[in-house]
């Protein structure tokens, strides 16, 4: 069995009752961490090696089976290690993430039907990886408002992780979680499905992992760039004004919707997506 599984959730969830998200309508999305080994500690490796056989790795078993959804594997860019490797699993439900993780042996002898074939392949591959992970989060998609880029790249994007902070709605003067959804949706329509420069959008919210309660409630935004030089000059003020012609209509969305943040954001990584290794 391969020591880097594209799902890891601890053994603590999985032997517990897989409850329902909190919307049925949204999906689950698992991080996970792995280490890489550096090459000057793999014997007889290369990195033209690694790279034939991480694609080839990972394009079977994304289409292995339809179970899993989507697949962003992240790479060091800034912060964090860098031989560390982050994996964002979307799946429909818990139950069918658990599904793929104990198929996983019969999904790679499918995949490599001869025996000694599949041993030899599965050797070289694992000993780029240190072997271990670590599960970093278990949370929900919001999935109507997923951003999804469909169109084929050789060259790997940029990916930033922030949190959000939303205030306490106890806290909102005049405030619901109807209206505040509402406003989210128009931004998401208006905004982000209209700036080219977002390549991909996901929110995630807060499900098995984080805080929830007593205080802010924050969301993790991942938004996916072709280039840093995109990600940092993203032109939100121009799709702004495209999406709100009217200054007085624009200034009053913002007031509205303004009133359900606290002000800044976290930043919890930027990444290299690998988008050899991705499923879309």
Known sequence: ???FRILAVSSVFLS???FAQYNPENHVVTVSSYDLRYLSDV???????RKELFETYFKKMNES???LISNLVLGHYFGGSSNQVKQMAEWKSLADADAWLVSGGDRRKKAWPDKEERKAFLDNYNKYWVGNHTDLAVRELVASRVKRYNKGADENTIVSVQTR???PMSEVEEGSSEEREKLLDEFFEKAVMKNDKVLSHRELRHYWSGTLGGGDFYYVEVREYKSLEDMNNPGWAEVNEKAWPDEEERKAYWEKVGKYFNPGHTDLGIHWN???LTKR
């Open 274 to 276: 690998f988008v050899k």
């Open 1 to 3: 069995m391969s020591n």
């Open 65 to 67: 089976s339809d179970l």
């Open 43 to 49: 014997e007889e490796g290369s990195s033209e090696e």
């Open 165 to 167: 902070n939303l205030k």
């Open 16 to 18: 517990t009752t897989l």
